[in-house]
């Protein structure tokens, strides 16, 4: 089992009494007893993500460690292991005696390095690197005295975490001590700890982490300890900060010293303790936090981020294409068209004298959601329009999925003025020298060089080559239009397919979109603007997906060009769908997932990867969580009884797998407890972070995944159910456990009132933030989206707070975001509330949501949807930062579809919540909500709110036939409520059911609570 990369010793373990250390202040910092001294023997385990040869513990017999190497081994060797990366510039090694000792030829330092860069660098963690030797060249040297041996490091550009010397040629290697020293000193360090209230069973226990305790008093008059000691001066950022870490049960924390000293006090408001410097006088509250102050503000509004947002330009294209259809078309900011297979070549357009092929006229979509693409400019008197669409060739119907396709542009301009204008159109076909490839026109098609490429129906334009580009003419009278249109096939060939026409291909395209989106869900607010883009996002949800045809499976693409799909963000996908009443479809992107189950490559320490469910991307282990949650939520949306027990066999398999992978790491370390990552899955890699660690996300969406089997099959009456429920909640216990020590280890972090909070961290042995990218997207706040945390508990407090006050506040390192955050810190209402990463992987609305503070959710909501999408198309990129990455990101699209969703309709845990977050503005006199046909565990939902708040009251129907569906497709509904959110914030006085009055209602809360007998009910709430 992989416990080998276990807990690190503690540094020390002091009680009240006084200890007394070797180390002196001034002194150099030996970093050997914060490591673990080991031996590398034996061969190599193979896992599915490695083949490593795991540590062997040493233990210290007679003050002699003794390294014997395995049978049939010819070389001993001893070393340290840390948790973390470190920088150790000297280290030491006496041995016991000289039959131990090495020559100069018999003996090498081998650090954990990265095979794959140059100049050397540490390994990306314990489990992913090669043992290497430093050169000479490197800066490395050694020299020895006797029985002492000691080398001298160059200064690595990031840390190692473990070392070890080889002895050639011999089989036992005695060692008396071993030392690592950095380049930080020691210096003195005196600090109180109080505790009020004070604790039930105070223990003055504390720990020290490059750090030292000398000696422990307690306070008279209070419940707190004066602490004597030496720290590391290293800086913050440093590998060799000082941490003390003071135990007091479920009160215990951990502090950096340097915050200590820059500050005077380290105030855990949520622990009740203080930290101060003796005399130090107390801080107070400094401001407030962003929560706090978000509180206090209006409400933020789509129009108020619009306004108040840096305005960005849209720098990515726009894909169109027929459902699931492979053959995709994309047009970019500036015009050109260009497919899939062909990113090379583009088809440019520009008027007038000089062709200027970079211009950026404005573009949009029909009726702002419908896949047909308009840009429309003025030139030389001349008001033109070029519209783009996608169709089917051959007479092929639009969902047809192996069909051909075909872009159809129309170029029309029209003459507003009161005297005839002379017409110029220019085309370049630019290849991959972005050079125009001297386009010709043949008997209505247009050539390049002889390779034919487009239909050209001109009408009354002419057409002549010049320098490489064709220019087409006309002589427009007042009041005419004219018009040419180009079709260009995906595939080229000989001839081309039977001309179709703009109007025609537009035609095909919105009755096919409108009659499918009127099977789903409808939701009409009163903002066109989102009323548009949630149909234009579903509508991508089919447009940017793939047909495989030798399997029959529909592929969700997480983005239209430039990625596959990857089973965390493609079951997504999926559930949007699903929530939007596109079951159909999203059982069809389901089908893959569980169907394409095993894998030999999955990138962590497991032993198999039988059960593993790679969903495309086996890089992402936790996939398999997120697909066995998402498929469950499928089947208890739909209720799907024929389509789910296909799918039981594979998913029961999964679950089982990772049951099993997470029964290898339980076991304790040296002092009886737990280790710190026992009962997690092994270490793995994180999606894009492919380091080896236990990962907070990973371990919470596998947890998530067995979860949400055991309640449906325990609801379904399956056999397998009460046996995975069991499991479910033991893992649910060693992840809480782990996680409850991991966060003590790592230093509180503060708040913008002064106020310190615990962190939790990315992986259990992170001792400290996981600052730069992802640091929220792949954080663990995800531990509230998978129920390892309730959303009221104090962990989602801390994590909250402390990602609004600095994580949201700080602009990616990469300082490449698409919208300008200059003025982050004035600007922090319309800049905050969202990550500066790929911020649609984090679901802090959600969270919001289920706290319910539509306030907060809101900010959130509106800043995030403003900053990265681009709306004049309704298309959203994937990143905030790296210029926005990867285009047509249809997994970024899924996330706002599913927030939108939850502001109107929330259903999870027996509770049913209706317009829980619905923007007050919508509220206004004469404005009207209306939902239909909206899937839900409970069954599909209809309402609609009519506000007649001049007249002192909203109004709402809501029809609840389908609330208690038969069968056994969820344990049932404990509570459904609707919320009235008044514009002005008035607080209900009375309300009626049916027109009776009805005293179930929540005036503070503006919520109603609604009767769960089924029917159509009428709510009327009155503020008179």
């Known amino acids: 089992m992989l416990s080998r990369t276990l807990i690190s010793c503690f540094a020390v373990l002091c009680c009240a009494s006084s200890l007394v250390f070797s180390s002196d202040a001034g002194g150099t910092v030996d970093i050997a007893r914060f490591g673990s001294v080991r031996a590398w023997i034996g061969k190599p385990t193979k896992f599915t993500g490695c083949d490593i040869v795991l540590p062997t513990e040493l233990k210290r017999t007679g003050g002699v460690w003794a390294a014997t190497a395995a049978h049939g081994e010819t070389s001993a060797n001893i070393g340290l292991e840390w948790d973390e990366p470190r920088d150790p510039r000297t280290i030491t090694v006496v041995y016991a005696d000289a039959a131990s000792a090495p020559t100069a030829d018999t003996q090498e330092l081998q650090l954990w390095l990265n095979p794959e860069r140059i100049p050397p660098e540490g390994a990306d963690s314990p489990l992913q690197g090669k043992w290497a030797p430093l050169a000479k060249s490197d ?112 009160r215990s924390f951990s502090f950096l010293t340097n915050d200590l000293i820059d500050g005077g006090e380290i105030a855990v408001k949520p622990f009740g303790a203080t930290v101060t410097r003796p005399g130090a006088q107390a801080a107070g509250n400094q401001g407030k936090t962003v929560i706090e102050r978000v509180l206090e503000m209006p409400e933020q509004t789509f129009d108020g981020a619009l306004t108040n947002v840096p305005k960005k330009k849209r ?51 029909e009726d702002g959601y419908l896949p047909v693409i308009y840009a429309e400019w003025q030139d030389q008197g001349l008001d033109w329009e070029q519209g783009y669409v996608v169709t089917t060739t051959n007479g092929a119907a639009l969902d047809s999925l192996t069909a051909g396709t075909m872009m159809v542009t129309r170029i029309s301009a029209t003459n507003h003025t009161q005297a005839p204008v002379s017409a110029k159109l220019w085309l370049c076909l630019a290849g991959g020298n972005d050079v125009c490839q001297s386009p010709t026109v043949r008997d209505g098609a247009i050539y390049e060089h002889n390779r034919l490429r487009a239909r050209l129906t001109k009408g009354d334009w002419n057409a002549q080559p010049i320098d490489s580009q064709l220019l087409f003419t006309a002589s427009i009278a007042p009041g005419e239009n004219r018009s040419l249109e180009i079709e260009i096939p995906y595939h080229r060939g000989d001839s081309l397919p039977p001309r179709v026409g703009f109007d025609a291909a537009r035609k095909q395209n919105i009755d096919f979109w409108k009659a499918k989106l009127a099977g789903g869900a409808d939701f009409v607010v009163p903002d066109d603007r989102i009323n548009a883009l949630w149909k234009s996002l579903l509508i991508h949800q089919y447009t940017w997906g793939d047909y495989q045809a030798d399997k029959g499976w529909a592929i969700p693409n997480v983005a239209a060009f430039s990625y596959g799909a990857c ?275 984090l679901h802090q609305q959600i969270a919001y949501l289920r706290r319910d503070q539509p306030k907060l959710f809101l900010r959130s909501f509106w800043n995030q949807l403003v900053a990265q999408a681009f709306l004049d198309v309704n298309a959203f990129p994937e990143h905030i930062c790296w210029s926005g990455q990867a285009d047509c990101k249809t997994y970024e699209e899924a996330m706002w579809l599913q927030q939108f969703r939850a502001m109107l309709v929330f259903d999870e845990d027996g509770v049913l919540r209706l317009s829980a977050a619905a923007p007050r503005e919508w509220f206004a006199d004469g404005k009207s909500i209306s939902v239909k046909n909206a899937p839900t565990v409970f069954g599909p939902i209809s309402y609609d709110i009519h506000s007649s708040v001049d007249s002192g009251k909203i109004t709402a129907h809501v029809m609840l036939n389908s609330i208690q569906n038969p069968g056994v497709r969820h344990a049932g509904l404990d509570s459904a409520s609707i919320r009235f959110r008044h514009p002005r914030e008035l607080k209900m006085k009375s309300v009626t059911l049916n027109g009776k009055p009805w005293a179930r209602f929540d005036a503070a809360n503006e919520t109603i609570d609604l009767p769960l007998d089924g029917g159509t009910v009428e709510v009327e709430a009155s503020y008179r």
Request: with cysteine; net charge neutral.
């Open 139 to 250: 800066g490395f040297r050694y020299e020895s005295d006797s029985l002492k041996w000691t080398y001298y490091l160059p200064k690595l550009k990031t840390g190692i975490f473990k070392f070890r010397i080889v002895l050639k040629n011999k089989t036992v290697a005695r060692v008396k001590s071993l030392s690592a020293e950095t380049d930080a000193k020691w210096r003195p360090t005196q600090f109180e700890v109080r505790f009020d209230p004070p604790r039930k069973n105070p223990k003055n226990e504390i720990e020290g982490y490059n750090a030292e305790v000398t000696r422990i008093q307690p306070m008279k008059g209070c419940d707190g300890f004066r602490v004597d000691g030496l720290a590391s001066d290293a800086s913050s950022r440093s590998y060799d900060r000082a941490i003390f870490t003071v135990r007091a049960g479920d």
């Open 315 to 365: 720098n990515k294209f726009l894909a169109l294409a027929p459902p699931l259809n492979y053959c995709k078309f994309a047009v970019r900011p500036n015009g050109d068209i260009f497919t899939r297979d062909e990113w090379d070549m583009n088809y440019r357009t520009a008027t007038g004298d000089k062709p200027d092929y970079n211009r950026a006229e404005p573009q949009h979509v």
């Open 567 to 841: 089973g965390n963000e493609s079951s997504q996908m999926a559930k949007a769908l699903d929530f939007y009443g596109h079951q159909m479809m999203a059982g069809e992107y389901f089908d893959p997932m569980w169907k394409a189950q095993g894998s030999r490559d999955v990138p962590a320490m497991a032993t198999n990867g039988r059960g593993c469910m790679p969903g495309w991307w086996g890089g992402y282990v936790f996939n398999t969580g997120f697909e066995v949650w998402n498929i469950c939520n499928h089947y208890r949306l739909t209720g799907d009884r024929k389509w789910f027990d296909r799918a039981i066999p594979n998913l029961i398999t999964a679950c089982d797998w990772i049951i099993e992978q997470r029964k290898t790491t339980i076991a304790n370390g040296p002092d009886g407890r737990p280790l710190l990552h026992s009962g997690l899955f092994p270490a793995s890699g994180l999606e894009d972070e492919g380091s080896f660690f236990y990962w907070t996300m990973t371990n919470a969406y596998l947890y998530c995944g067995v979860k949400s089997l055991a309640d449906v099959l325990t609801s379904m009456g399956h056999l397998d159910g009460p046996r995975l429920t069991k499991e479910a909640a033991a893992y649910l216990h060693d992840i809480r456990r782990d996680m409850a020590e991991a966060t003590a280890r790592c230093p509180v972090v503060e708040l913008r009132d002064g106020s310190y909070v615990p962190y939790l961290p990315k992986q259990m042995y992170l001792r400290g933030r996981s600052e730069g990218f992802y640091e929220a997207e792949l954080g663990a706040l995800h531990t509230v989206t998978t129920g390892v945390y309730g959303p009221r508990e104090p962990q989602v407090d801390w994590t909250l707070n402390f990602l609004e006050d600095r994580v949201f506040l700080t602009e990616a390192p990469s300082h490449d975001s698409i919208i300008s955050y200059k003025n982050m810190e004035s600007d922090w209402y319309d800049l905050g509330g969202y990550g500066k990463t790929q911020p649609y992987l």
